[in-house]
Structures are given as C-alpha cells and as structure tokens.
C-alpha cells in the first residue's frame, strides 16, 4: 500500500536550475589569466564579465551564473589596474634612467 507524498512539501528534486550563461565561464576564465599571467586579458574578463551580467539580467532567470560573471569582472578590474600600476612604474623608470648620469663622467661640454 502506498501513501501520499504528505502536503506542502516540495516533490523531489526540486525546482530546475536554469543553466551557466556561455559568457560567465569565459570572464571568470579571461579575469583569473589577466590575474595571473597577461594584463591585457583582464580587460576582455571584465568586458565579458560586464556583458554577461547585462545579459543574464534581460534573461528573466532563463540563465544563470551572476557569481561567475561578477568575478570575472572584478578579476578582471583588478588586472587592469595593475597592469596599469606596472605600466606607470616601467615608465618612470625608464625615464628616470634617462635623466641619470654614470659617476666619473663629466658633463660640461665646450
């Protein structure tokens, strides 16, 4: 003999999960590279990530993966900014070498 599921309990499995949007994978993957080893790569995570944010917003909950998309933008957010920091530092090093004199050399010229 069998019983009825008991009432206001939610059948099993419950409800679906809609899926990963495409584009949510692909920032967290471009952010984390931009961190890790290429600068310019964060600026493709944070363009993805931004998109995919939009895009899972219009979707209505037919997509999922918000998480994954704000990471990969904020990863990449990050890459840009340090690429940045790295960058400014290169440049005034190299014009601080520019301006620097070797000791013993003389600079009057005749």
Do not use: W
């Not at 957010?77 to 790295?86: E, G, K, P």
């Not at 090093?93 to 013993?104: I, Y």
Request: aromatic share 8%; proline share 11%.
């Amino acid at each position: 003999m069998s019983y009825p599921p008991p009432s206001g309990q939610p059948a099993y499995g419950g409800p679906p999960v809609p899926p990963d949007h495409p584009k949510a994978q692909s920032a967290l993957i471009f952010g984390i590279l931009g961190l890790v080893c290429c600068g310019p790569l964060g600026i493709v995570g944070f363009i993805q990530g931004n998109n995919a944010l939009r895009e899972i917003e219009a979707s209505g909950g037919a997509f999922g993966g918000a998480g994954m998309a704000k990471a990969g933008k904020i990863c990449g957010l990050i890459a840009m900014i340090l690429t940045a920091i790295v960058l400014v530092v290169f440049l005034f090093l190299v014009a601080a070498s520019l301006f620097m004199v070797p000791a013993g050399v003389e600079t009057t010229y005749p």
